[in-house]
T-cell receptor, first 113, second 114 residues
Framework: KQEVTQIPAALSVPEGENLVLNCSFT??????LQWFRQDPGKGLTSLLL???SQREQTSGRLNASLDKSSGRSTLYIAASQPGDSATYLC????????????WGAGTKLIIKP | EAQVTQNPRYLITVTGKKLTVTCSQN?????MSWYRQDPGLGLRQIYY???????DKGDVPEGYKVSRKEKRNFPLILESPSPNQTSLYFC?????????????FGPGTRLTVL
């Protein structure tokens, strides 16, 4: 059964630092992996989607990588800002008949001014 | 503006009183789904729909119903709500390009069942 783990559960860093959030999954037979951001009491915003055939995707200060063989993905945030404070979730889409999304529990990120 | 909308955003109700949470998307997406989010348990899928009149159970379907009579709408129905259904609910949609579609989420509905 696919399991998705995000470590650490919480992270606090000073503004301006570069940081890496981790996502690991137990079964490499995934269709794609998606990173989301969730602000308190609000919905989820899609940040980056990496197809299983891709190694990385970039959007502005964000870069997500995917290593299927090792079951890992990282989300790199460059030059962090207080506005980046949120909970970051990763989800893998299975390649089975219903293409179910399996979610990590998230990393709560706090950027200190 | 491309979006997924949910109504209501907040709802407090009592045990046993039937309710419906509406979900609508304006992106012509085939795939729609409902999730609940609970502290410590993360997001869990309740039901999903691959297209009109096609729905299927997710991980936690007990106590919920859905329908997909139109492509844009996917309401979530609680026939007899119970306190354990107190949660934050999200509707999501995506294009169904062999599962590669990016998921878009609604703003969430916070439900409290007393």
């Amino acid at each position: 059964k696919q399991e998705v783990t995000q470590i650490p559960a919480a992270l606090s860093v000073p503004e301006g630092e570069n940081l890496v959030l981790n996502c690991s999954f137990t079964d490499s037979a995934i269709y794609n992996l998606q990173w989301f951001r969730q602000d308190p009491g609000k919905g989820l915003t899609s940040l980056l989607l990496i197809q299983s055939s891709q190694r990385e995707q970039t959007s502005g200060r964000l870069n997500a990588s995917l290593d299927k063989s090792s079951g890992r993905s990282t989300l790199y945030i460059a030059a962090s800002q207080p506005g980046d404070s949120a909970t970051y979730l990763c989800a893998v889409r299975l390649g089975d008949s219903n293409y179910q999304l399996i979610w990590g529990a998230g990393t709560k990120l706090i950027i200190k001014p | 503006e491309a979006q997924v909308t949910q109504n209501p955003r907040y709802l407090i109700t009592v045990t046993g009183k039937k309710l419906t949470v509406t979900c609508s998307q304006n992106m012509n997406h085939e795939y729609m789904s409902w999730y609940r989010q609970d502290p410590g348990l993360g997001l869990r899928q309740i039901y999903y729909s691959m297209n009109v009149e096609v729905t299927d159970k997710g991980d936690v379907p007990e106590g919920y119903k859905v329908s997909r009579k139109e492509k844009r709408n996917f309401p979530l129905i609680l026939e007899s709500p119970s306190p354990n259904q107190t949660s934050l609910y999200f509707c999501a949609s995506s294009l169904w390009v062999q599962g590669s579609g990016e998921q878009f989420f609604g703003p969430g509905t916070r439900l409290t069942v007393l």
